[in-house]
């Protein structure tokens, strides 16, 4: 088969299926996958056009070419162009068939961005390849479900403002955090709770929450894509019913979830009226007469007696710009208007208004950001750039969850954010001015290490004991949730020094450590150590009953015919016989955790900056919070670790698992988890797991705690790993553990160009092409030449092409 003699990447594939696709098949496939004993049980003879029925074979096919696993090393292989033109046939012929049965969206997965060869987005293209300006689609963007929240939360709750003397603290600006059980709420009024019944599980009860409404299905890497979520009717209904709560907060604060007499600054003149079991009912809160929370157009419309158009619309307007983000237009307040005066004749100036002002929450700006380029000329190949409101917001989504701030939004009135070089100024304002908060960039390395849900594993508790935590209760659910926090500001710490960001992240010994950590950093005892440990207690606990007992025989003796006075019965401390603490200690930070929202189960702020046990740490990837988070219920999770590694590091791409493949390790007690995967290595498995497992076995000096241990099932635990088929040969090659293994892919150029490549995905919101290969080698050099600084790849990625310009889908 002769390839074309030109290739333009993301031109529509003109060929028919006979003269394109059927032609590779023959060229390249059925010799192996023929009619007769083909491999993997897998025919492609008289494979037709793609339609609903072989999808899924027609899938796979992609799949196994674009990752360049088909055909096989030693057979013959097409040209690059070849396999890009037939790769994007079967995407288009995909997208097409599939259109009204449910879609055809993989190659859309930023799971599947790595099937695109990083030689060719990086290296040398081949001759015949014309790559054209890139630009992105025309788009709206949904919400995320922290975004929306800190939203709302800031027409009800004042934050505090930016302390440099202690940066670590939540301030204005800052995402609404989960609470210490992991949920993400908006609270009422906690800021004003002075007194209540009952401990941490009646208060969180007593406490007016709403949950986040909006949807995520994120379970690893990244998630906010524009193709990704819409807002259904249900979640429209909760939204609508959200809504009647903060308004009627705004207007009357704790008066409108609270009786009259439960605000008060001396909780001892309503004694009577908090008598009995109040424990978990609204009721037993009392709250100051402070008022704390934004008092806003709002409130001022509801105090008011007389109802007036100027009023309603100075509630209108303010509740718009709050809720989009941008000031209405003429047609937009008046239609607001309109809803309001409607509403209030119908049902009375309270109710009415609050219903009417409901409607705005639903607003499409309130719940999605648009991209549309509406306005502005197309250029030769069919790009319009952002301006105006668009380019402003599209720049303030990248970095921050709350409005823009008066320089920015001024920048758009008067109509200087339409360059490149406004983008170039804002983004650097903004990221130098520490007080402007940037959670976005935050959410990103999240969504990029993907060590924010250990708290969310569930642990088998008999199985977590015998890692060496502490399996009581949620102490362990507790600690995770607490990990979370402190490696938040670890990578905090990291990006205010701004130099090597990447590097430091994977080789730093820098730990921010709580309360739970000297277990967690800990070393998990082996039997005979635990044995020894437990006889220690012992010993200790009969030394002090012996000398106890020989007290009370010397006062007896001392005061004949008395009784003693019995001692308070004092419960041991707890000891966790099953880990040799690490000893963390340094300078006080601060993490960024919410405030009372949980009762006293809150978390605290408090933290110190240690130092990680030398030989056991190097780096997030070995912290028990992204440990945990690559772990499950009874195990290690070796595959998980090892494809985070090939995919988010070396640029590697793992095609899905086959439905008729029953993945299950053999359950075996007594066996190490290495000797259980045996089964991996079966040859129609070890296809795709030669590109995890021996990235994920050096892991294993960790168990699913996070510990750091050097037995497993009494054995010497074995750590020894391999880099295999990188894509550079510097890197492949065995390593002993997981320290080695990263020192090595730190140093790494290509490890760095991977980063680039999720960064760019993160903000753009998309999977790269190969037209945006100039700008990810741009972004790539602006990072390498500041001494990997993340603020110069910011900068470099945030006034490419790829963010600035759209293109209009055919006919809009």
Known sequence: MVSAKTYIPGQQPSKEFGTAAKTFLADYCVDCHGESDPEGNLTLEGLGPVDEINAATWTSVWAQVALKQMPPEDMTQPEVIERLQFSDWIVSELTREMKDKGGFHAHM?????????????????????????????????????QEHITRLNELINTEPEYDPEKPGLRTHGDVVPTNHGGELKLYFGTDRIIKWQGGTVAYATSVKSVPAVLSSGRIHGLENYPDFYTVNSAEATQIMGIAGDIIRYMAEGPLSIANAYQITDDPKSIADKMEGDLRGLPTSLIYSTKVVRPLTPVHDLMKRDEVTDQHLRAAVDYLFEALTFRPPSEVESDTYLTIVKQSVEKLGKKDGAVLGLSSIFLDRDALFRPELAEVGTPDDDGRVMLQDWELGMAVNHALSYIRPDE??????????????????????????????????????????????????????????????????????????????????????????????????????????????????????????????????????????????????????????????????????????????????????????????????????????????????????????????SHSDAMDNHVIRRGRWVQERLLGGAVPDVPITVDAMLPDEPRSTLRERMRVTREEYCWTCHVKMDPLGFPFEMFNHAGL???????????????????????????????????????????????????????WMGRNETLNDAPVLQEAHRAYKESGGSMKALLVSLLTSDAFLYRTRAAGA
């Open 109 to 145: 997965d930023p799971n599947k961005g790595n099937f695109l060869d990083h030689d060719l987005l990086f290296g040398k293209l081949p001759e015949g390849i014309v790559l054209r300006p890139t630009s992105s689609p025309a788009r709206i963007w949904r919400v995320t479900p």
């Open 407 to 628: 320089t920015l939004r001024t920048a758009v009135i008067e109509g200087r954010m339409r360059t490149r070089a406004d983008v170039k100024r804002e983004v650097e304002r903004m990221l130098a001015d520490d007080s402007i908060r940037k959670p976005r960039i935050l959410r990103f390395f999240r969504d990029y290490f993907d060590y924010d849900l250990g708290g969310y594993i569930c642990k088998d508790s008999k199985a977590l004991g015998a890692t060496g935590a502490d399996s009581r209760g949620t102490k362990h659910y507790d600690a995770m949730f607490h990990a979370t926090a402190s490696t938040d500001r670890l990578i905090e710490l990291i990006l205010q020094e701004d130099k090597d960001v990447l590097l430091q992240l994977l080789t730093t010994n820098k730990v921010v450590a709580g309360k739970a950590d000297d277990e967690y950093f800990g070393k998990a005892r082996s039997r005979e150590e635990i044995a020894a440990s437990k006889a220690a207690e012992k010993k200790v606990k009969a030394e002090a009953a012996r000398k106890k007992a020989a007290k009370l025989k010397a006062w007896k003796e001392a005061n004949p015919g008395k009784e003693p006075t019995p001692e308070k019965v004092v419960r041991p401390p707890f000891v966790n016989h099953g880990v040799t603490k690490a000893s963390l200690t340094g300078p006080t930070v601060y993490a960024r955790v919410s405030r009372r929202s949980f009762g006293r189960g809150s978390m605290k702020p408090e933290r110190v900056l240690a130092t990680a046990p030398e030989g056991e740490r190097l780096g997030i990837l070995t912290h028990p919070s992204w440990l945990v």
């Open 708 to 762: 750091y241990r050097e037995t497993e099932q009494r054995k010497p635990v074995d750590t020894s790993g391999e880099i295999i088929n990188s894509g550079d040969p510097a890197l492949d090659g065995k390593v002993a553990n997981a320290i080695e293994m990263i020192q090595k892919l730190a140093e790494s150029e290509r490890v760095e160009q991977v980063f680039v490549r999720h960064a760019f995905r993160f």
